[in-house]
């Protein structure tokens, strides 16, 4: 059964929920009908305000831990960019200051130690929050290479895997050796427990892509689907999202793989952590293309690995077979 009571579980569900408050605050502000998807500034905002207060918690809560997170705040101390976060954090943490909030998001610029650090990615899925759709916010707490809790935000998911914009939207938490959970976002119900599917027929998996596809190898994916025999339609959906609903069994397979405009692309380990520790507890599998495991003791990127697999468990071998066979 989960433990909610341990001092990180309770930093991380507070921190994650009062993150994901801020971040649908600055969408619902920020974003009108007429924005075009180039103009990132909203989701910039929304990126430094999260890391700020996910760093001003975590100094007050655990002020020797380490947090590894996206952003540096050297670009936006001379940035116009700098009013409105420290208005937005200001609305959660009432002695924010510029100064105090680009402290904090530098705070997230630390070096992974071989002990104990925080990951957190503050914002993903750029294209979701700018459309008003599916966006996460990610925190993990890795332990000797190993994460051992993780966090998802998912503002616009309810129930843990139903897209529901304007919805209650959902917490994902896994602990290692007390599985995947999820509960409303407001913290306003107990907490169920995820269970992967039990669909073992590679023909009938339902694989869950992004709307955006500069990230993943298009072309390389219908492969994989025309060889594996697939014939559902894939569920559309941006971020980290999917991985919630993979674990709640409303999808089967993840695929990662290196965009041919971006063939050098190391993964993030913020994009990674939470998220396979949220799918493993469900039972599920995650690895690289070759079925290594993920090795999050390599720093701020995933070195040792390639791309990214994930499964109900049941399918990942047939996957990983098609892929050596594909040559991928």
């Excluded at 920020?30 to 305000?49: C, G, Q, Y």
């Excluded at 990951?119 to 925190?139: E, H, N, S």
Aim: aromatic share 6%.
């Amino acid at each position: 059964m989960l433990n909610i009571h341990t001092p990180e579980v309770r930093f991380a569900l507070l921190t994650v929920r009062k993150a994901a408050i801020l971040a649908c605050r600055i969408q619902s502000t920020m974003i009108s009908p007429t924005l075009s998807k180039n103009d990132r500034s909203p989701v910039t905002v929304a990126d430094f305000s999260v890391q700020a207060l996910v760093a001003q918690r975590l100094i007050n809560s655990f002020p020797d831990d380490i947090l590894v997170a996206e952003e540096d705040a050297s670009t936006l101390r001379n940035s116009p960019l700098l009013e409105p976060v420290t208005d937005f954090v200001t609305q959660i943490v009432h002695e924010a200051s510029a100064e105090k909030v680009c402290a904090w998001i530098e705070h997230g610029r630390s070096t992974p130690s071989s002990g104990r650090y925080w990951l957190l990615d503050p914002i993903d899925g750029t294209k979701g929050f700018l459309r008003g759709d599916q966006y996460v916010i990610a925190l993990a707490l890795v332990e000797n290479g190993q994460v051992q809790l993780g966090v998802l935000g998912c503002p616009h998911l309810s129930d843990g895997y139903r897209p529901d914009v304007g919805g209650e939207g959902s917490l994902a938490i896994a602990v290692r050796g007390q599985g995947s959970w999820a509960s409303c976002l407001a913290g306003c119900g107990d907490f169920a427990q995820l269970k992967v599917s039990t669909r073992s027929e590679p023909d009938q998996a339902r694989l869950l892509r992004s709307f955006e596809a500069g990230h993943t190898n298009v072309a390389q994916i219908d492969q994989v689907v025309s060889a594996l025999g697939i014939r559902t339609e894939p569920v559309l959906m941006d971020s980290q999202a999917k991985y919630a609903v993979l674990a709640a069994g409303k999808g089967d397979l993840i695929l990662r793989l290196l965009s041919t405009s971006q063939s050098n692309y190391v993964e993030k380990a913020w994009d990674q952590a939470a998220v396979s520790l949220v799918v493993e507890e469900a039972g599920g599998r995650i690895t690289d293309l070759d079925g290594k495991p993920l090795d999050f003791s390599t720093g701020r990127e995933l070195t040792h690995n390639r791309g990214i697999l994930v499964s109900n468990n049941l399918l990942h071998e047939a996957v990983l077979q098609t892929l050596h066979s594909l040559g991928i």
